[in-house]
């Protein structure tokens, strides 16, 4: 209490209360401090509260104000309270330590829990209620969304049904939307973008699957909504599908509508649908109007096809000053790209040059190489049409043009047009001046003299001047060696001279050059099939294959080297999906044929060399190998078409139509076979094995014609024997003088020969006889292969062996049968010796009337015995 001092009622210190002192602040006792010592070593806790009072100037006594502590109330001497004061006992809390976990409503015994940890775990959140309104609209808003991004990843794909489907599941959710949003009363927040965007997706995919009714519709639902901003551009895309729909004018109409809703801010926009209008317009031959369109666009924004475009309606009415300023136009339409000098590093700044090498095949710059590409294909199309039209001679047309491109910013293309002039030579087959037109290159630079020099030496090539082919070949690959062409016609004249080794190094050289060069390729695979290095040639075609899937003629060679690998599985495999891609070539299905028969797979070889003769009736081994099916199935009669056919592809050849005969006979058809055979002998009188078969039916029918074929038969086998001795003695007589002449000469002695008659020595100059032959008896079956025979053949035509060969041929003909002989007793079993059936056995014969009678008599002979012959 002494340091207390009490004012008095009517004492008014304003500067009382300075020098009290507040134990709070004496560090000095902070050692003896049990509750902030607890309170630093565990920083958790709280202060116990202070005891101690201290005398204030104006107030009563007051507790200590710290964070820690419970405060009382403090008033000022003006008796209202201090703003940290607590009032009616309740703490205020200190706003300055408020963060940092300290309270004034902490109690005794609390700890300190800044992050509220010893509160347990915070409640889990409040799960939404799907069941409201709201929330159901939200949901089914982004399914419409998700449906309409995966209808175009779907058409981006090449789904297209995919991609419709998806779209007409879109409308059915965006209508369910709708309605739901009016039975929810919140009609008025529909998502009209979102509804755009449905229909208008939709309307695509109804057009990229060609239901173009249904596209109109919906764009019609789009289009007749106000609601919906700009909708009058899609009349371009209806205006689309009527053109695809060939309905011009309404597509024209279209056009001009959405023309009319489109302001001239959106001059790019305008300028496309003009040029829809005139190309609208060339389709329905109304030319004027075309010209028409197009002037304006190239007037107003000049481009290549706009500019192709007319110069294309002038050429249909035949305007050549017209075609001739249109031309100058297209030459000078800007193309709005980039040089190509910004592409080349200009300088050693590695930074720049990394930033060229990055944009060199960008997108960009590939899309500016299209456009240039592009446009240098409608100049020179169009240099080529109008060439003949602007002038007198083609040639002159030629030359203005090349003329107009070299003023101008294509000028690489002057030398490319003057090329293309050769080549138009070569079409209205004027090789002269093709050939001069390219000679004119060989002083030019260098790309263009070696594409010339190229174009030169294929023509030699095709002319068969290999050694012009290749003196051309040598200057384009000394103009450019890194022209693949070049190298392949090298390599195809090293090829014709058989160099193979050689060849297979200039294709190879083609091949490093330009990896894309399929000639290369097809040219060095068929070098190693003739080097015999199979392997290496089909490693060549399988990977021509994987560049040209459809190629038949790479189909061929994998087939055909399959087939020398001796594997005809492959080679089976091959063939059948070269059939796929070429189904009616009779070549490949008469090989298809072959490898099945070789397979002993009769079936599949008959039908595929049916289907070959069915596309190409005129293959001799394809008609050839039916007709023998036919046979071998025992169907003669089907096989005689066959052999028919052939008979007229090669007439002069018997064997066609002694094949027809012999199918006949083997049908039973005797009557038609006797009359084909001969047929077949007045064709070919001397045929031996035709009168054999006349022979021989004659005798099974018992006609009076047999005795007369026989003889025939006997005289024309005598002819041919005679024949055959004829050339086999003059072989050896010039055999024996050339080794006589050479024994004569070793010997130094000249030729000595005997006399002869004038006869003998005009008769057989040849041959040297010095002694007649002797007389030996000879039967008929040891005349075929008697030598004595031969000797006296030899010497028939002289005068000493005329009586000889008179004998012997009185004699052979009374072996013979006579008139009132039977031919079977006599010569019937020489005739059979010789006779081979080129078709196999016969079937069984019709029994003619004489055998039924022979039958009726109980005779068991099959043959016709002597009493049957007629006379």
């Known amino acids: 209490m002494e340091n207390v001092h009490l004012a008095a009622e009517d004492e008014d210190d304003l500067y009382s209360g300075y020098n009290d002192y507040n134990p709070t602040f004496d560090s000095e006792e902070l050692d003896n401090d049990i509750g902030f010592q607890q309170a630093v070593r565990t920083s958790h806790g709280r202060r116990p509260p202070m005891t101690a009072k201290f005398p204030g100037t104006a107030i009563a006594a007051r507790p200590v104000g710290t964070s820690y502590g419970a405060r009382s109330q403090m008033v000022s001497s003006m008796g209202r309270p201090m703003t940290g004061a607590v009032q009616d006992g309740a703490a205020r809390p200190m706003t300055a330590v408020r963060a940092a976990g300290y309270s004034s409503t902490m109690t005794r015994g609390s700890t300190f829990d800044p992050l509220g940890q010893s509160k347990g775990p915070a409640p889990a959140l409040e799960t939404k209620i799907e069941d409201s309104p709201e929330e159901k609209i939200k949901i089914l808003e982004k399914k419409v969304n998700d449906l309409i991004e995966e209808s175009c990843m779907a058409y981006s794909r090449g789904d297209q049904q995919v991609a419709l489907e998806r779209a007409k599941e879109a409308g059915r959710k965006e209508r369910a939307l709708v309605r739901q949003r009016e039975q929810t009363g919140t009609s008025d927040h529909i998502n009209l973008d979102l509804t755009y965007s449905v229909l208008f997706n939709l309307a695509n995919q109804y057009a990229n699957n060609d239901m173009y009714q249904e596209a109109l519709n919906t764009y019609s639902v789009i289009v007749k909504n106000k609601m919906f901003s ?82 294309l309606c002038y050429y249909a009415i035949g305007d050549r000053d017209r075609m001739k300023k249109s031309f100058q136009k297209l030459i000078s339409a800007p193309l709005g790209i980039d040089e190509e000098d910004k592409y080349i590093p200009a300088n050693d700044d590695p930074k720049a040059n990394m930033v060229i090498e990055a944009i060199k095949n960008d997108q960009l710059h590939q899309m500016e190489r299209d456009r240039k590409a592009l446009a240098e294909k409608y100049i020179m199309t169009s240099a080529k049409l109008i060439a003949p039209a602007i002038e007198n001679s083609f040639a002159a047309g030629f030359d203005w043009c090349v003329d107009m491109v070299k003023s101008s910013q294509y000028v690489e293309l002057a030398n490319d047009l003057e090329i293309n002039k050769a080549i138009t030579y070569l079409r209205q087959r004027d090789f002269n001046q093709a050939v001069e037109t390219l000679k004119t290159f060989e002083k030019k630079d260098s790309r263009v003299k070696s594409a010339a020099a190229t174009n030169l030496s294929f023509l030699y090539f095709l002319e ?408």
């Not at 899609?234 to 109409?253: D, E, G, T």
């Not at 000595?752 to 008896?777: E, I, N, Q």
Request: aromatic share 10%; net charge neutral; with cysteine.
């Open 230 to 311: 700009n909708a009058g551009r899609l009349k371009v895309n209806m205006a689309n599908i009527y053109f695809k729909q060939k309905n011009f004018p309404k597509a024209i109409k279209f056009y001009r509508m959405a023309l009319d809703q489109i302001s001239n801010a959106h001059k790019e926009m305008r300028i496309k649908i003009m040029q829809n209008i005139g190309v609208v317009f060339i389709k329905m031959g109304q030319y004027s109007d075309a010209i028409t369109s197009f002037e304006h666009i190239m007037s107003e924004s000049p481009n290549i096809k706009s500019g192709f475009n007319l110069i």
């Open 464 to 871: 068969r001047d290999f050694d012009q082919a290749d003196r051309y070949a040598d200057m384009a690959m000394s103009a450019d060696r890194y022209n693949p062409a070049a190298l392949i016609n090298k390599g195809n004249t090293v090829f014709e001279r058989q160099d193979y080794e050689k060849a297979a190094e200039f294709y190879k050289e083609a091949l490093r050059n330009d990896s894309s060069c399929t000639e290369g390729l097809y040219n060095l695979g068929l070098t190693y099939k003739k080097l015999g290095r199979l392997d290496e040639a089909l490693d060549c075609f399988l990977k021509l294959h994987a560049i040209l899937r459809n190629c038949p003629q790479v189909m061929f060679q994998l087939a055909s080297l399959y087939e020398m690998l001796e594997d005809p599985h492959q080679a089976i495999d091959w063939l059948m999906q070269l059939i796929s891609v070429t189904p009616t070539d009779p070549q490949v299905l008469a090989k298809l044929g072959e490898l099945y028969d070789n397979e002993g797979d009769k079936s599949q070889a008959f039908q595929h060399y049916y289907e070959s003769f069915r596309y190409f009736p005129s293959n001799i081994g394809v008609i050839e190998w039916l007709g023998a099916y036919y046979i071998d199935t025992q169907f003669c009669e089907k096989a005689i078409q066959y052999f028919e056919r052939a008979t007229l592809i090669q007439p002069t050849q018997v064997k066609w139509q002694l094949m027809v005969a012999s199918c006949y006979r083997r049908s039973g058809n005797y009557q038609k076979a006797l009359d084909t055979y001969k047929d077949i002998h007045r064709k070919f009188p001397e045929n031996v094995e035709c009168l054999r078969f006349l022979v021989r039916l004659c005798t099974d029918m018992g006609l009076k014609e047999v005795q007369e074929y026989a003889t025939k038969l006997k005289k024309v086998e005598k002819m041919k024997e005679i024949r055959e001795q004829r050339v086999k003695s003059g072989r050896e007589s010039s055999a024996r003088g050339r080794r006589e002449g050479s024994a004569g000469s070793g010997n130094s002695h000249p030729l000595r020969t005997p006399p002869k008659s004038s006869s003998a020595s005009a008769a057989a100059p040849s041959s040297l006889v010095h002694t007649p032959p002797k007389r030996v008896p000879v039967s008929h079956s040891e005349a075929k292969h008697s030598p004595v025979l031969e000797q006296a053949r030899d010497s028939s035509h002289s005068g000493r062996g005329t009586s000889t060969r008179s004998e012997r041929l009185s004699a052979k003909l009374r072996s013979l049968p006579g008139n009132n002989e039977p031919y079977e007793a006599s010569a019937q079993q020489n005739i059979d010796a010789s006779y081979m059936d080129p078709l196999g056995p016969q079937m069984e014969r019709p029994k003619t009337a004489a055998k039924k009678r022979i039958e009726e008599d109980e005779f068991a002979d099959e043959e016709l015995g002597d009493d049957l012959l007629p006379e």
